[in-house]
């Protein structure tokens, strides 16, 4: 029994590697994602799949060099602080522009009824509506934690 336990530098050299793990996984997410936008680009044939598949790998292949960047400065690693807005004062720019944006992606959407410019649309108008609701849950959190 007593050769079960584990030292706690065991525990710690356990989360180190997690965390190195988690931390490359993220550019191995964006690396599939910016290879799916590239196969878009090239392969589709429908209105639209040029540009959104050109957007999603250049948008995939700026948010990796920027995260890169981030880390080798030392600032902070976590999407939230990356992403989020952590004042409620600038949730009132926030709001309205996410908003504008999502109300684009529905327009954008209904203007056609099947292919990728249909779904990209539905997904502006998603990844809009969660960027509204996770800025006002992490500006708030922000704001309590300062009390």
Avoid at 38 to 58: K, R, S
Wanted: proline fraction near 3%; glycine fraction near 12%; include cysteine.
């Amino acid at each position: 029994m007593a050769g079960t336990r584990r030292r706690p530098e065991d525990r710690r050299d356990d989360r180190e590697l997690g965390a190195w793990l988690a931390f490359w996984a993220q550019f191995a997410v964006l690396g599939l994602f910016a290879l799916i936008g590239a196969f878009v680009a090239g392969q589709g044939d429908g209105p639209g799949d040029y540009i959104c598949g050109m957007l999603l790998l250049l948008g995939c292949v700026a948010l990796a060099f920027i995260r890169l960047k981030r880390q080798f400065d030392g600032q902070p690693s976590g999407w939230g602080e990356f992403l989020l807005v952590d004042r409620v004062q600038s949730l009132w720019i926030v709001i309205p522009v996410f908003t504008i944006i999502g109300l684009i992606g529905l327009f954008t959407a209904a203007a056609w009824n099947y292919g990728s410019l249909h779904d990209a649309g539905i997904a502006l108008f998603v990844v809009s509506g969660l960027a509204v609701f996770l800025s006002m849950k992490h500006a708030f959190d922000w704001l309590d934690s300062q009390h």
